[in-house]
């Protein structure tokens, strides 16, 4: 089986994301908050969209769903405590839930803290973690719904998943993130690597995103690398992980 993942410009700095099973053509939408840049995505790819999956209800990352859903005659998915605020809903998910992209199969975890119905897409064979604004490259999300005992939890589980597996988060901020991280730990040199081949991909980013090139962008990361680089899915504890989200909100 093969997933192939194509990685979709959005807004200012939001990543969307065409999966699309190569065996069957089946497709699904991940996180899409502009129907245009993924239409035109979808059409050359030749791919037929059978799913829009959102992993919170932040229009950012969910204000296409209704059109997608229309144009495609295509269900959307989100969890299922997100019936009331996410765009389009269709289908509500819980953790350990399954669902299929062609042959392509998914499960579900509940990672609340950004938001209180925020999940991530697991594709184990894929080795493929969609986890919007919950985990990013090198940090974490604003606890706009959350507690740092929540999302401590959540780096948990994602740090649980194997080390390759790949970090396909929903924002470019991969070199701010890092940026914070080596001001708190001045001494890490896997930090300092990161920081600059990350520098070095956005020193020539296209002045629109929508522009944007696979050379130029930092995502997707890894999960072995998460736990050198990434000061939130270090902390020690929920307290640590508050105090330093606390720093890196003023940062």
């Known amino acids: 089986m093969s997933l192939r993942i194509e990685r979709i410009p959005t807004l200012r700095d939001n990543y969307s994301y065409l999966l699309v099973c190569e065996q069957s053509g089946e497709a699904a939408v991940v996180d899409a908050p502009e129907f245009e840049p993924v239409a035109k995505r979808v059409k050359a790819s030749g791919a037929k969209v059978t799913s829009v999956l959102s992993t919170h209800h932040h229009p950012d990352h969910s204000q296409a769903n209704p059109e997608l859903s229309r144009s495609y005659d295509a269900p959307v998915y989100g969890h299922a405590s997100d019936s009331a605020r996410l765009p389009g809903f269709s289908h509500g998910l819980e953790e350990g839930d399954e669902l299929s992209v062609g042959r392509e199969r998914a499960r579900v975890l509940f990672i609340p803290a950004h938001t209180r119905g925020h999940i991530a897409y697991v594709f184990d064979d894929a080795k493929a973690v969609f986890c919007g604004d919950t985990l990013f490259v090198g940090g974490c999300g604003r606890l706009f719904e959350g507690t740092p005992a929540m999302m401590f939890e959540a780096m948990q ?65 890894r999960i072995a690398d998460e736990h050198e680089i990434n000061p939130f899915m270090r902390a020690e504890s929920a307290a640590e992980l508050g105090r330093r989200r606390e720093r890196k909100d003023s940062f």
Do not use: I
């Open 157 to 221: 589980k994602l740090g649980a998943l194997p080390g390759d597996t790949r970090v396909f988060c929903g924002h470019e901020y991969t070199e701010s993130n890092l940026r914070f991280a080596a001001h708190l730990e001045p001494e890490n040199a896997a930090v300092k690597k990161a920081l600059d081949d990350a520098q070095a991909r956005r020193r020539h980013a296209a002045a629109d995103w929508h522009d944007a090139t696979p050379e130029e962008m930092t995502v997707p990361g």
